[in-house]
């Protein structure tokens, strides 16, 4: 189904909630099959999640994010290290774990044979809300995600955008103290993708708690108030976008478009990124004039824009977050 099953008489755990939304230490994960070698994908991952937080976990495809999703929300074993929700052990007492959590998880559709109405619905009743409160958080997620026109339609017949908001509708209407979102926005619209953020801000501000996983940078930027970079299962940074982006070393990305062929010219600048034929320069803004007037010497044309969080990925990883 679109989120992690769980049956209580109130929708919330029956056991008072006590420490951090989420906290692991040294947690790893080695992949084992038969004839092959072993496959590290989490290396001993320390992460503090505090309640009503919204922090992002960023990567390349293929380093680790899924996974240390999956072991946080019961759906997989650590090989060793420990990971907590609100104080509960997450694989020695996962069935008390279950009730605190609701998962987005990457690339799940809802049923084929239900509308999004009956998905959303059904799944609250799974939780144990009762029928009046379903049915009023059922039709605050439809309006929220803008689903209302398709609501009493079969998934099925659903574009793969609005089956997404479907899925991030369900678990949004859980309200659940902790949501785990793996690329809740893939798929669609950048209209759709706003929406999805606002609930997301709404919900931190009743008291959810929510960690997500994004390949869109921008995504990361405009919702996360503390994000992870890992690589190859290592957590290579933690801090806000803000704190990532001034560790580049200015507030200004200059690009050359033919400026690879001189960048000996424009170290003394700051830092220098070739890519192809071109040149990207973070420089300071008191550098800028004199900066441009070596370009202009240089008979090369320049544009001028703030420093993204991508050019804070690049430089912590090396590489961009969508090179495989």
């Not at 692991?24 to 004839?35: I, M, N, T």
């Not at 708690?209 to 994004?214: A, D, V």
């Not at 004199?290 to 969080?309: C, F, K, N």
């Amino acid at each position: 189904m679109a989120a992690v099953r769980s049956r209580t008489r109130a929708g919330r755990a029956a056991v008072s909630m006590s420490g951090e939304a989420l906290r692991s230490d040294q947690l790893r994960k080695v992949y084992r099959s038969k004839g092959g070698p072993p496959v590290e994908a989490l290396a001993g991952v320390t992460m503090r999640v505090a309640r009503g937080e919204r922090v992002a976990l960023l990567g390349r495809n293929g380093a680790g994010k899924t996974t240390f999703l999956r072991i946080a929300s019961t759906l997989l074993r650590p090989t060793s290290g420990t990971i907590e929700v609100f104080g509960c052990d997450v694989d020695r007492a996962p069935e008390k774990v279950r009730p605190y959590i609701a998962v987005v998880p990457q690339e799940g559709k809802p049923f084929f044979h239900l509308t999004p109405r009956e998905q959303i619905y059904s799944y609250l009743r799974a939780r144990g809300l009762g029928r009046e409160t379903s049915k009023v958080r059922t039709a605050d997620a439809l309006e929220r995600m803008s689903l209302t026109e398709f609501a009493d339609r079969l998934s099925i017949t659903l574009s793969g955008g609005q089956r997404q908001r479907t899925m991030v509708a369900t678990v949004i209407a859980t309200e659940a103290p902790l949501l785990f979102l793996d690329e809740p926005t893939i798929g669609m619209d950048p209209f759709a993708r706003r929406s999805v953020w606002e609930s997301l801000r709404n919900l931190t501000r009743r008291g959810s708690t929510i960690l997500l996983t994004t390949h869109y940078l921008d995504e990361a930027d405009a919702l996360s108030q503390r994000l992870y970079i890992v690589d190859r299962g290592t957590v290579l940074v933690e801090g806000t976008a803000e704190d990532l982006k001034r560790s580049v070393g200015g507030t200004l990305k200059v690009l050359l478009p033919q400026g690879a062929a001189e960048v000996e010219r424009f170290r003394s600048f700051g830092s220098c990124v070739p890519d192809g034929e071109s040149l990207t320069v973070i420089a300071s803004p008191e550098r800028l004039g004199e900066l441009m007037d070596v370009a202009v010497r240089s008979h090369l044309t320049a544009t001028v824009g703030p420093v993204t969080l991508e050019e804070a990925f690049l430089r912590v990883v090396g590489r961009s977050i969508n090179e495989d």
